[in-house]
């Protein structure tokens, strides 16, 4: 069973700092396509990031690049997302992913 839990949320004040991880089990963590998603109050699902840990590859939405970093530990199957220098309009539940399956997700509150 296909199992994604998601932590490190909370509030922090604006040009904080937060690292979100992911526990993930039930499939090949070390071959598969990682992301993070999330969704502010009132919007839809948006990409934040994807990591590719067979090709050595990461990609990042325009809005976070430069601030967010996406990492595996793959002898850990943890998924993380380093968040630096948030703005409140990074505020959102943030989901990991593994193909169409997320977590429950973890809140992410950036404000004074």
């Known amino acids: 069973e296909v199992q994604l839990v998601e932590s490190g949320g909370g509030l922090v004040q604006p040009g904080g700092s937060l690292r979100l991880s992911c526990a993930a089990s039930g499939f090949p963590f070390s071959s598969t396509l990682m992301s993070w998603v999330r969704q502010a109050p009132g919007k839809g699902l948006e990409w934040v990031s994807t990591i590719n840990s067979v090709r050595g590859s990461t990609s990042y939405t325009d809005s976070v690049k430069g601030r967010f970093t996406i990492s595996k530990d793959n002898a850990k199957n943890t998924l993380y997302l380093q968040m630096n220098s948030l703005k409140p309009e990074d505020t959102a539940v943030y989901y990991c992913?593994?193909?169409?399956?997320r977590g429950q997700g973890t809140q992410v509150t950036v404000s004074s």
């Open positions: 992913a593994a193909g169409s399956r």
